[in-house]
């Protein structure tokens, strides 16, 4: 069974909004996280949130324009992303794990990934 699976990503113009939810099966995770990766390019750290949904962290280039938040009733990870520009191209994951960190390598599961394209 896959613990996590994004949705909500698609197409979309500079200067849109696009939501993508991450559905969280099985066990609970202290920390839950976004992270990117563009083509050529190395996964790279989005955001993350405690499962109280108390605490959060972005990446300086989305702060402003992105909101992470937690449902523990509905066992999902969202991430409100307004503002987009073409640099937020890239697919995007759902990563979880036991500390909020920005370091892909403290995440022990992953999703699928979701694609979400801006164009100009």
């Known amino acids: 069974q896959v613990p996590l699976v994004e949705s909500g990503g698609g197409l979309v113009q500079a200067g849109g909004s696009l939501r993508l939810s991450c559905a969280v099966s099985g066990r609970a995770f202290n920390y839950m996280a976004w992270f990117r990766q563009a083509p050529g390019k190395e996964r790279e750290f989005v955001a993350w949130?405690?499962?109280?949904?108390?605490?959060?962290y972005y990446l300086d280039s989305v702060k402003g324009r992105f909101t992470i938040s937690s449902d523990n009733a509905k066992k999902t990870v969202t991430l409100q992303m307004n503002s987009l520009k073409p640099e937020d191209t890239a697919v995007y994951y759902c990563?979880?794990?036991?500390?909020?960190?920005?370091?892909?390598?403290?995440?022990?599961?992953w999703g699928q990934g979701t694609q979400v394209t801006v164009s100009s």
């Open positions: 990563a979880a794990g036991p500390i909020g960190s920005s370091t892909w390598r403290a995440y022990n599961f």
């Open positions: 949130v405690v499962r109280s949904g108390a605490n959060t």
